[in-house]
């Protein structure tokens, strides 16, 4: 073996294994190891054997033999495992060369690409200022400042600052309105740039949430279906299941998942599973087993097995459905076709059961008794020899027979012949069924000499309808009428053609389509309804009505009879009696009907309520039961009165449940009650009357006493009151004097106030026309003459740009602060939630990259000026999305404090709102500065602003009536507390 050392120096490109720009240089060092045979540059080196003479062989093979084999065994063995590793290591160094060689050809085919890229490619520096765009990226550019008015660096700038200090490969995703990209950011610190790679993924987002919608979607379903669902493995495992499959085993969902389908299958054994699993590449198939609980029950099922291929592996989608039901019906069903057959040879019709050529297969008793044949002569003869009318007078056509086979049914009249040739009219009903025997028709006789008789007797009594006393309807399914009497016309005032041409809809104003098919669905369950109703007749009068329906079918036709009764006297009766039953029931009086022995045969709620008694206790009870024993002598006498003139009032003690005892004032009449002689007693708890009595005594005692000390106090409280007339008349000249030096100081207020805002326009105006003037002439510079300055002349140009514009923010500021102290307040309800969601939009639009999770609070309101509130929570939300920008994902929340924490707070029964981030927090130690004009926490390059808006904050809040406060912690974020009050007036 022979090991040989290659250097390769050319030209290449080394990416930076990230499609970096390339760079030119470097050589590229290759070592590869060849044995003779195989390296492509030829022959290196081969062994060459020694023949020695053949004695010297000889002699040494027979003194060495034995040691010499097993030293050439080890060298060869020592050769093969060497030839071993030097091929691995060979295939090792040909593989990396082949890689290399195809990289540093691929370097150059890159690095005309990143021109021709349709992806954005840009090149920035440490400061995020392009360097290089290619045409995909300059596009890309164009549309980001039309949509958010910066740069596409400015977006990552973040994440160029992260790459270029940690000198590792960044990504990161932007939005560009509805598309998105994903940027991979290569630093090259040693450059003092780093190059951007962009991709779009908008596409690849969609199809992520379809994706994801679609899973959630299917896993819904599973979860709700109500047959029992399992993914089986191929190794007949079960890998997942819907709860229902593991409620239908008895098992908890994750107890099922593993077992092997052999376990809870009660009639497969592991051989006969692995057959039918067989067959799932190819086919879909349904089968009935039983499978078992967990308890060892057994239970049938239906088992419907799929073939589903997931991730290039072929799993079973199994769905079981109970089928305990359907057995226990088939069940009953073969168990019932003996008495079915029962049933029908003892029906009251004849029944026949004939083939399609209309050949009589089979009927029952009743049909042999109607025509006088047996059993056995029926069997066999065509229909058409016992009912020649149908087919001669084509009631049954041959398209009506084809009509009958293939499932509808006919219903017609006609005559049947008997074996002695006797005709009688019938009903029949045909139908198909299909039997075993294949398919047959089924006739219903039904013999209808009777009917056809008392048609004359209908016709008769039509007289005796139309006459009726009271309306009578005739309408159809769709309520439409088809028959009215004379009784009708004349309630509602209608003729009769009048009515003929109306539905129900018309005349009754209450019915309406749904209550029609409630009606025809309770028709059909009791076959009559009586309600009450209100019919309008014709000259718009609504008149209350009776109404007892009753539906009919007849020849498949549906009608509905109406029966009307005007109850107009009855409802007024009904009414009264019903407000007179409430008025007793409801009378502050007990009111008890009595009979002969005193038992209670009618009570009022006051009754048993004063007794203490329910109802049905009081009424099992009787006078004596309820009456004061110490009464026995006073009711004697009143007994007698009643007996002499009818009535009495007196006054008596009843007892209660608990044993107590109350007067009550009672007047009794003789009455009659349902048809028997009775007692009417009317009693009134006078127990407070008799209190009244008593303290009314012993108040008139007490109050000639206290006229007396009355009187003689009254005299000392007039001299008091004397002396205090004295004191209001000095107070009244205190306060006219206080009254006219306050309009003094109010004046002079206005006057200062006046003065301190003129000072403050003129402050506006005369600094802003020198800052303008900065900033434009420092911009003409830089425009003009940029090419006759350095770089550092240029930034300070710009420093004083940036100068100029910070006065101008600053001067808007303090605008804004003083007049928000002095602006004149209106008062409205506010939304807050609502302008929350706004100002959030609002920044969300001016920074879309950020990533920023706000809740806020919905129906958080409040009574002040909208505008003066918009200010104030922009600025706390403002400095809320300015202090979260160093998070990857900020957090804001915009809420209210429960009723305990404003207490823990010390603001009990106030609403204390919350506006609260995972910013970059304060230290507590300056809190007392937050609040305060031109206080910053911050230096203004961390983080911009004017160090004005939380004093304009805390001034609006304070001209609202409320206060505000902080809290928060260095790098963990902040919470600021406000309320809001009654505002201030003026």
């Known amino acids: 073996m022979v090991m040989f050392v290659m250097l390769v120096s050319a030209p290449s490109a080394v990416s930076s294994g990230r499609g970096d720009f390339l760079r030119p240089g470097g050589n590229v060092v290759a070592m590869a190891t060849a044995f003779p045979g195989r390296f492509s540059g030829g022959q290196l080196a081969a062994f060459e054997w020694l023949n020695p003479h053949t004695e010297e062989f000889h002699q040494v093979a027979v003194y060495t033999l034995i040691p010499l084999i097993l030293f050439l065994m080890i060298l060869c063995g020592w050769l093969w495992g060497l030839w071993r590793r030097g091929r691995r290591m060979t295939d090792t160094l040909q593989h990396e060369i082949a890689v290399r060689l195809e990289t540093a050809e691929e370097a150059k085919r890159l690095s005309r690409l990143p021109s021709e890229n349709p992806n954005p490619v840009f090149r920035v520096d440490s400061r995020g200022r392009v360097l290089y765009a290619n045409k995909s990226a300059e596009v890309l550019m164009k549309e980001w400042e039309s949509q958010a008015g910066q740069t596409i660096a400015d977006c990552c700038l973040q994440n160029i600052r992260r790459a270029m200090s940690s000198g590792r490969h960044v990504q990161g995703e932007c939005q560009v309105g509805k598309r998105a990209y994903v940027f991979s950011i290569a630093p090259f610190p040693e450059g003092g740039y780093a190059n951007l790679y962009g991709m779009e993924i908008t596409d690849r987002r969609s199809m992520e949430d379809s994706l994801r919608d679609e899973i959630l979607r299917r896993k819904t379903l599973m979860n709700a279906s109500l047959n029992g669902i399992a993914i089986v493995s191929r190794d007949y495992r079960l890998l997942e299941a819907n709860p229902r499959f593991a409620e239908m085993h008895g098992y908890a969902p994750e107890e099922i998942v593993g077992l092997h389908v052999w376990d809870w299958d009660a009639e497969l054994s592991e051989e006969d599973v692995r057959e039918k699993f067989a067959t799932l590449d190819v086919s879909h198939f349904v089968f009935e087993t039983r499978h078992r609980r967990k308890d060892q029950t057994v239970f049938p099922v239906e088992v419907s097995i799929s073939d589903v291929l997931i991730r290039e592996e072929h799993i079973a989608y199994v769905v079981i459905r109970d089928i305990t039901e359907r057995k226990e019906a088939e069940e009953a069903l073969l168990k019932s076709e003996a008495k079915y057959r029962t049933v029908v040879e003892k029906a009251g019709e004849a029944v026949y059961l004939h083939d399609k050529t209309g050949v009589i297969v089979d009927v029952n008793r009743k049909a042999c008794e109607g025509l006088g044949y047996t059993r056995e002569e029926l069997i ?429 923010k600053l001067i808007d500021a303090i605008l804004n602060l003083s007049r928000a102290s002095r602006i004149e307040m209106g008062a409205a309800d506010v939304d807050l939630s609502t302008l929350g969601e706004k100002i959030i939009a609002e920044l969300r639009q001016a920074e879309p990259h950020r990533r920023v999770n706000v809740a806020i609070t919905p129906g958080l309101t409040c009574r002040g000026d909208e505008n003066l509130l918009r200010q104030m929570l922009a600025n706390l939300l403002e400095n809320a999305w300015k202090f979260t920008s160093p998070r990857e994902e900020g957090k804001i929340e915009f809420t209210i404090l429960s009723d305990e924490r404003a207490a823990s707070l010390g603001r009990a029964g106030q609403t204390v709102h919350v506006v609260r981030d995972n910013g970059v927090g304060f230290d507590m130690h300056y809190a007392s500065k937050l609040f305060g004009a031109f206080q910053r926490l911050h230096s203004r390059e961390e983080f911009p602003g004017t160090g004005v808006g939380l004093a304009t904050v805390q001034r609006i809040i304070q001209r609202h009536g409320g206060e505000v406060w902080a809290e928060g912690a260095v790098d963990q974020g902040a919470t600021v507390y406000f309320t809001l009050g009654k505002r201030e007036e003026g």
């Open 380 to 808: 066999g003869k065509p229909i058409m020899e016992i009912d020649p009318n149908a087919f001669q007078t084509e009631i049954v056509t041959p398209e009506i027979w084809e009509r009958v086979c293939a499932g509808e049914r006919y219903n017609f009249e006609s005559f049947h012949q008997r074996k002695d040739g006797s005709r009688f009219p019938v009903e029949v009903t045909l139908g198909a069924v299909e039997l075993p025997e294949g398919l047959m028709i089924l006739g219903i006789v039904r013999d209808i000499t009777e009917r056809r008789q008392s048609e004359e007797q209908l016709r008769m009594t039509q007289f005796a309808v139309d006459h009726a006393s009271y309306a009578i309807f005739r309408t159809d399914r769709e309520a439409n009428i088809l028959y009215v009497n004379d009784a009708a016309c004349a309630s509602l005032g209608y003729s009769r053609e009048e009515l003929l041409t109306k539905s129900i809809y018309d005349i009754d104003p209450d019915f309406t389509p749904e209550k029609r098919a409630g009606m025809e669905a309770d028709l059909r369950r009791e076959g009559i309804l009586t309600f009450e109703a209100r019919h309008r007749r014709k000259d718009g009068i609504l008149i209350p009505v009776e109404v007892n329906a009753n539906a009919v079918v007849y020849h498949d036709r549906f009608s509905l009879w109406v029966f009307a009764h005007d109850i107009t006297e009855r409802q007024r009766s009904k009414e009264y009696i019903s407000q007179f039953a409430r008025m007793v029931d409801n009378a502050p009086s007990c009111i008890n009907v009595l009979d002969g022995k005193g038992r209670v045969l009618y009570a009022n709620r006051r009754s048993f309520d004063v007794h203490g008694y329910t109802r049905d206790e009081y009424m099992a009870l009787t006078l004596a039961e309820i009456d004061d024993p110490e009464n026995a002598k006073l009711i004697a006498p009143r007994i007698r009165e009643i007996e002499e003139k009818g009535q009495a009032r007196f006054e008596v003690r009843h007892r209660r449940k608990d044993g107590s005892t109350f007067p009550l004032d009672v007047y009794v009449q003789n009455i009659t009650w349902m048809g028997q002689p009775a007692l009417l007693s009317i009693g009134s708890d006078i127990t407070e009357r008799k209190r009244a009595e008593e303290e009314l005594r012993r108040l008139n005692e007490e109050l000639e006493q206290r006229v007396a000390r009355r009187t003689a106090e009254l005299e000392d409280r007039v001299k008091e009151v004397e002396q205090l007339n004295i004191a209001m008349i000095n107070l009244s000249d205190d306060l006219r004097k206080t009254n006219r030096h306050l309009e003094h100081t109010a004046r002079r207020l206005e006057a200062a106030n006046r003065e301190l805002e003129a000072f403050s326009y003129s402050v506006s105006h005369d600094l802003r026309a020198p800052l303008r003037a900065m900033d434009g002439f420092s911009q003409a510079v830089i425009e003009d003459y940029s090419d006759k300055l350095d770089e550092t002349g240029r930034d300070f140009l710009q420093r004083i740009r940036g100068g100029a514009q910070h006065m101008g």
